[in-house]
């Protein structure tokens, strides 16, 4: 352990980067002050050292301390920041009781994320064309959704079969992974650009066994990132759930179907057809006039007292046909990983590619994609899938 603050003599002085420091200790759910017992350092010079611009010196011992310390390998310290990942250009679903230690988790694993898009298409040459348009940010959420719509290639007026697929093939990258160190930290989904020039849009969602929650999730975040790119109002979660609302059911066909008596049994074919929850239905149909405050309270009541036969859930928590559809799974990333390294990349190689993150967090990330049948091989391009690699 450190045992001394004299700086480290000229020839023995390596540099680490204080926001490597910082990530490495909030993801591993860690105060800075236990940090800087740990390493017997004052608290002062470790509040230096993680909220350095560049860089900081330490000796060869400081640095195999905090790899100890943080369970990270010393080459991650010593790489500089890839992704630019500003707190205010985060957007999320949390809730209001999350702590600042898990909002700056939230960032660690968006610079993750940053980081690997760009690792891997500096690798793979590949140019995904993004589609996503830039629209006035006083442009209204319902005229932003159909926009979207008709920018990414789907109709106007249709249910989206596919969500993810389609934002992927919009040049979204999404991933799918627990990205929180503590189970409290229950936010569903976080969205942000990255790049030199803000032109790489990312979603991370957080897992779930629910397909109406990642659906919904998903559209809320392209309603940040087409509304919300520059600068987060303090409306921003309003505007982005009517986004949502407005992208995965147009108001002018749900307007044509909403039936004539609004229960829970005659919304259900429409849930399905749609490809969203009750709750989503109700809340377009309360939006859209098509359902009364007190028959919306109703609905929700409703929603709370039945329960699922045999489990007992109510459907608030688990509404019908919630076995109706799979959870969608991103696989973008997966792919492009597939085909710039072939058969010649795995978990350990390809965290060693990214700065030596671990692979504990790197692993997440691709098991959050969509998964392959076993023994899978893509014949036409002789790619074997990074799954059937794990050393």
Known sequence: MITTLERPPLSDRLRVYGSRVKDARVLEGLRAGSVA?????????????????????VSREELAALSDVLHFDEDYFLSPTVTVVERTGLCFRAKKSMTRLQEDQIGAWARLCGELVHTVLAG??????MLLPQLDP???PQLAALTVRDAIGLTVDGPIAQLTRSLERAGVYIFSAEFAAEAAARHD??????GEAKQHPIVMVRASD?????????AHEVGHLVLHRYSKPEDAEDAAFAFAGEFLMPSQQIEKEWPSHATLESLLPMKLKWGVSLSALIEQGHRLGLLTVERRRSLYKQLSARRQYPSGRTWREQEPGFDQREVEKPL??????ERA???????????RMISSWPARYVSPLIEGQFRPPAGHINSSENVTSIFARTG
Request: hydrophobic share 40%.
């Open 138 to 140: 006083r442009t209204s």
């Open 210 to 218: 629910s397909w109406e929650r990642t659906r919904m999730s998903l």
């Open 189 to 194: 989904a976080v969205s942000l650009w990255v």
């Open 37 to 57: 017992e740990a390493l017997q350092i004052g608290a002062t010079r470790y509040s230096r050292l993680e909220a350095a611009g560049t860089s900081s010196p």
């Open 332 to 337: 973008l990333i997966t792919r492009l990983i």
């Open 124 to 129: 793979s040459g590949d140019s995904i064309k």
């Open 341 to 351: 390294y072939a058969g010649n990349i795995s978990i350990e190689t390809l965290r």
